[in-house]
């Protein structure tokens, strides 16, 4: 059978061998958990909690502020150490509000009431969502219930639980979705009761094959919702790329995935949506990945958010003998974020720590020579642009044929184009300067 | 926990381990091959060459990062490759100045000056490769092995000679060092296996000059024919190593599709139209020219761009683009010979009045002669004479003078075996069968070589001189009147001459003496 796929796209080295295979178990944190309050797309939330207040986990510390913004859930029980800027994940500052950890984990009241089906509105499933705190849990970080509030529920055709984890190293979605299976289902299902025109497609790469399995077992008796299987290839998770490889319809630049019929979903994201209905559970914690080849016991556990990456890498037994770690990444080798210090919390859109013992990019740049036009660039990119044509853009200025004739503000900075390149040309740090650029002198 | 620094960088973090010296490694892989089979067919003066043009690429492109002060770009393999590919295209007879010439071109002139790796708009192999042909016109055509020059494939089937297949196909005809299609095809097949050529270059190249071959080659869909086209004159290395080089290729599939229409069409073009039988290179630096606007032309459009929101079924728009390209080509073409068809022909009329008079000075008119006009019909259009070779008479006439007295004799004769096709010529006797002069109507020889047949210095030799037949000599420096030296570099235009030549007075011995 020939599995579905899109053109273009790279075949970098999985690794996730390093961290499916152990026993998942959960980690509670012994050091204080910090919650900035922009773990999500949009504004900001408002604290409610101030220095010295008693805290139990699932209680709120910080109140959505305005439409496009989420709740902060604390994920531990304890005292509020203080409400300060503190350095986060990305490098910046943000508000944060520190808990000094009990370590009791004492829940709050109402946490984990049981709702039966049935009893619940369609608001309800929102309302929940929206107190529970959930957003795009896939890494994009966008408010879960601003995402499922639609002027017209009716125009969407499909609704796609994303599941294809295509960035290497990183299995806590594959892990997920083996032992938890028959949640996710439930959760699209709940997602679904919201349009009533939709289907539900789970898109898994077919390098997962006992995720497939095991939900396929719970998809054999539902009537909207199957398993749809694509190739394992990088970008397959991209928003744009899965929805063209499922339901064969494209987006541009500027259009969301409702404007063609389609809102996709990370399958955490849809786990912690049945949680919140179905258990009042809000996010408290999430399946998490500590890998990379300077890590003793690379693993996937459940962690709660708030914990600092120190402690997750110790977690995993830390840094093997003999082994410096040279680069951390927040996230996958071809997306995540170098991290400067690892004395920071993650969040809830955070899936994965990689810690490298080498770093391929210092390497990379001994190795630059001048660009050979060789076209492999434009062969893997997933949006089909033309890289060596916009980087020869970029690099004379030229904005205007960079946006309007190379449709660059197209690029979804996936890296495919960087990881291909024999010459080893910086491409991706080019473009994301050069739309940053543009982006700045359109808000002007 | 860890005390050092971490280095932090843009994603992605990870990159393939490809480097541009790997790129350019596959290719000297996929050409070694060749170039041992080159070897081994032309011995170690094909070594010798080969050596010397890396040598001479690699030494240029170190002196000028050397002396310009930039950073020594030797290992990035592009140097050594442009020498591989130059010194596989050419003749292992070579003076050894040629690779060392051709090295520092390439490298100098086409490479370096236009800002190095990466910049040059032409192939730098063949632009040097070019730049010989014109200046060294003669050494770099003379395929001799051993002193024994004899045709290339190519001019073989033009001469209308049996050429096997077998032997052009494993390489043991007259040609290049790195002149085996097979192994050209099986280093092209390594190229493609390890990702370093994408099929759509040599694809569309090859089936459009097959294509063209078969719509105005003259032999229709003949394999035999199709064959050996495609496996001379330099149509594979072309094909798969040097139009591909990335540099002066295009960025896409589509792009890449119609630079090989171009190459495939300039290279037919040039084979059925053209002089010179291995302009195998000009095609690829012309259709290196057009590379900038082909890029410029066919940005795609990115994913979500299709007319529409949802996708439809993909118009396979770039298909037919090459198709109307090709289409467009071909009717030019055709439509170009039909006009000026009789044109030409007047032309040739005019030309021939000419050098009737040229040849027969003295005369006022020429007539027919019954005896002479007889002896054309019977031999019905066939050879004259088989140890002449392909001579064929086309007519034979009397020149008078105003009184009516016989003053000479005018025999045209066309010989079939020339190196670029047909050589007609008009032979002038006197009555009792000296030879007045000699007069080309038809000469399309390599410009510097065979067309040196029609100038004075050769074709004087026969004036004045009352022989049976004439000898031809290659080596040069005749002592009798009835030799002939040859044009050197072209002792087959030269032979195909004085074969024409001794048809005439055959002809006027058996009809008139």
Request: charged fraction near 15%; aromatic fraction near 8%.
């Amino acid at each position: 059978m020939k599995l579905k796929t899109f053109r273009g796209g790279v075949h970098p080295e999985g690794h996730k061998e390093l961290s499916k295979s152990l026993p998942v178990e959960a980690y509670l944190p012994k050091g204080d958990l910090i919650f900035p309050t922009n773990q999500h797309i949009g504004k900001p939330a408002r604290p409610v909690v101030k220095k010295g207040d008693k805290v139990l986990a699932g209680q709120l510390l910080a109140e959505a502020d305005g439409f496009v913004s989420a709740n902060i859930i604390c994920s531990c029980s304890g005292t509020v150490k203080a409400v300060e800027e503190r350095h986060t994940i990305s490098g910046s500052r943000a508000t944060c509000v520190i808990v000094e950890n009990d370590g009791q984990f004492t829940l709050a009241s109402g946490v984990g009431k049981e709702r039966r089906e049935g009893t619940f509105s369609n608001k309800d499933i929102l309302d929940a969502i929206k107190a529970a705190g959930i957003v795009g849990l896939g890494g994009a970080g966008f408010p879960t219930h601003v995402k499922l509030t639609s002027k017209n529920p009716e125009a969407i055709d499909y609704i796609i639980a994303n599941g294809s984890e295509c960035e290497p190293y990183i299995t806590c979605d594959d892990v997920l979705m083996q032992r938890e299976n028959r949640a996710i289902v439930e959760g699209l299902k709940l997602v679904l009761r919201l349009f009533p025109n939709a289907q539900g497609i789970i898109a898994i790469e077919n390098n997962k094959p006992e995720a497939i399995q095991a939900m396929e077992a719970v998809c054999a008796g539902e009537k909207q919702v199957y398993v749809q299987q694509v190739l394992a290839k990088y970008p397959e998770g991209g928003e744009r790329n899965l929805i063209s490889v499922v339901t064969g319809r494209d987006l541009k630049f500027g259009q969301l995935p409702a404007d063609v019929g389609c809102i996709v979903c990370n399958v955490s994201t849809l786990y912690a949506i049945y949680c919140a209905v179905y258990h009042s559970e809000p996010l408290m914690e999430r399946y998490f990945t500590v890998s990379g080849d300077a890590i003793v016991h690379p693993r996937t556990m459940s962690v709660c958010i708030g914990t600092s990456c120190e402690e997750l890498i110790h977690a995993a037994g830390g840094i093997k003998d003999g082994c410096t770690a040279k680069k951390v990444l927040c996230g996958g080798p071809m997306m995540g974020i170098a991290m400067s210090s690892l004395n920071v919390p993650i969040s809830k859109n955070n899936n994965a720590l990689t810690v490298l013992a080498e770093d391929p990019v210092e390497q990379a740049q001994t190795q630059m020579t001048a660009c050979i036009r060789c076209g492999r660039c434009a062969h893997v990119c997933p949006i089909h642009l033309v890289p060596q044509m916009m980087a020869e853009a970029a690099q004379h200025g030229d904005l205007e044929r960079y946006e309007q004739k190379l449709y660059g503000l197209d690029c979804i900075a996936c890296g495919s184009c960087t990881y291909v390149c024999p010459a080893k040309r910086p491409l991706m740090q080019l473009f994301k300067q050069t739309k940053a650029a543009i982006m700045a002198s359109k808000r002007k | 926990m860890t005390d050092t620094l971490l280095n932090i960088s843009s994603s992605p973090h990870i990159r393939k381990r490809l480097t541009v010296g790997n790129v350019m490694f596959q290719v000297i892989l996929a050409l070694i091959p060749s170039a041992v089979f080159g070897i081994y067919r032309y011995g170690l003066r094909a070594f010798l060459i080969i050596a010397l043009t890396v040598l001479s690429t690699e030494l240029t492109e170190f002196l000028f990062d050397y002396i310009s002060k930039k950073p020594n770009t030797l290992k990035d393999g592009s140097a050594a490759v442009t020498g591989l590919l130059l010194a596989l295209s050419l003749s292992h007879s070579v003076p050894l100045y040629i690779p060392i010439l051709g090295g520092i071109f390439a490298i100098l002139f086409v490479k370096c000056f236009f800002g190095g790796l990466g910049k040059n708009f032409m192939n730098p192999a063949l632009a040097a490769r070019c730049f010989l042909l014109i200046s060294f016109g003669s050494a770099m055509t003379n395929f001799a092995v051993d002193g024994v020059s004899s045709a290339t494939p190519l001019a073989a089937l033009q001469a209308g000679e049996t050429v096997s297949l077998s032997d052009v196909f494993l390489g043991f005809s007259n040609g290049v060092i790195g002149s085996s299609p097979l192994l050209l095809v099986i280093g092209g097949l390594i190229l493609l296996a390890a990702g370093g050529v994408t099929i759509e270059i040599p694809a569309s190249c090859l089936i459009a000059f097959t294509a063209f071959m078969a719509l105005f080659g003259g032999k229709g869909l003949d394999p035999h024919y199709l064959m050996i086209h495609i496996c001379s004159g330099g149509v594979l290395m072309g094909a798969f190593f040097m139009a591909t080089d990335p540099v002066t290729s295009p960025m896409t599939s589509a792009g890449q599709l119609l630079y090989g229409v171009i190459i495939g069409v300039l290279f037919g073009l040039f084979r059925v139209k053209g002089t010179a039988t291995d302009s195998g290179s000009y095609a690829i630096i012309i259709a290196n020219l057009f590379v900038p606007l082909i890029d410029k032309m066919r940005v795609r459009k990115p994913l979500g761009y299709k007319n529409g929101e949802y996708r439809e079924h993909e118009f396979p728009k770039a298909a037919f683009n090459l198709m109307a390209i090709t289409l467009i080509a071909g009717l030019t073409l055709s439509s170009v010979y039909l006009l000026t068809k009789d044109a030409i022909q007047q032309q040739k009329e005019a030309a021939k009045a000419a050098s009737y008079q040229a040849v027969c000075p003295v005369a006022v008119d020429f007539s027919s002669n019954t005896a002479m006009d007889n002896a054309i019909q019977a031999l019905n259009g066939g050879v004259y004479n088989e140890n002449y070779g392909k001579t064929y008479i086309n007519e034979a006439v009397v020149g008078t003078a105003s009184d009516g007295s016989v003053t000479g004799y005018v025999i045209s004769v066309t010989s079939a075996d020339g190196f670029d096709g047909n050589i007609t010529l008009s032979v002038g006797l006197a009555p009792d069968g000296t030879v007045n002069s000699i007069s080309f109507t038809e000469l399309n020889e390599t410009a510097g070589m065979g067309m040196r047949c029609g100038d004075d210095e050769f074709k004087n030799q026969f004036n004045g001189v009352k022989t049976n037949a004439f000898l031809l000599n290659k080596a040069g420096g005749s002592t009798s009147d009835s030799e002939i030296d040859s044009v050197s570099g072209a002792s087959i235009s030269s032979g195909a001459v004085v074969n024409a030549v001794n048809t005439a007075l055959a002809f006027f011995a058996e009809t008139v003496g």
